[in-house]
């Protein structure tokens, strides 16, 4: 059921992505929500297709992205990893968790989508491009992090509710 979901959570957060969020930069950053939903839903305590998510949230965003394709996937694939860990580790402080998820899972994207412009040909100043796109970005990812995360808690204890013990 959990897989199911994701297709329409994942399909709404990237049309939101595409539509309205890449509309709205901080000097040349956007925020990532498809990032934000999948490391949100990994973090969750009874959730255990946090990969699933990974990798159907990278397709969507290789698919509206202009990079090759890939490079999100294995970005996503390797932050949901690190989310999954973290759960594991602090399950106490979930939310730190997000949030350094958020900054670690943001650079492997940037550090990813780097090496692909820097593959294919185009070189790009460093430190710019950490200025004007990586920082700006890992702000505003922080900003939507804890919307982002009570949403799919909401939706992640609906689908999993908790069992009262009498």
């Known amino acids: 059921m959990s897989i199911l979901l994701a297709i329409p959570v994942l399909s709404i957060a990237t049309i939101l992505q595409s539509a309205v969020i890449s509309r709205m930069p901080l000097l040349h950053g956007t925020a990532d929500i498809i990032l934000l939903t999948i490391i949100a839903w990994a973090v969750q305590e009874d959730v255990e297709t946090g990969w699933q998510w990974g990798l159907i949230g990278g397709f969507l965003a290789d698919f509206t992205s202009g990079l090759p394709f890939g490079v999100y996937t294995i970005s996503y694939l ?4 690190l989310a999954i860990a973290l759960r594991k580790r602090i399950w106490k402080l979930i939310v730190l968790g997000q949030l ?8 492997l994207t940037h550090a990813a989508s780097l090496l692909a412009v820097f593959i294919q040909g185009t070189n790009l100043p460093l430190r710019e491009v950490l200025e004007t796109i990586t920082l700006p970005s890992i702000f505003l990812n922080l900003l939507f992090t804890i919307p982002v995360y009570i949403l799919i808690q ?13």
Not at 158 to 165: G, K, V
């Open 78 to 81: 390797l932050t949901t990893g």
């Open 100 to 107: 350094f998820a958020t900054v670690v899972g943001t650079l």
């Open 154 to 166: 909401e939706i992640a204890l609906r689908l999993h509710p908790e069992e009262i013990a009498i």
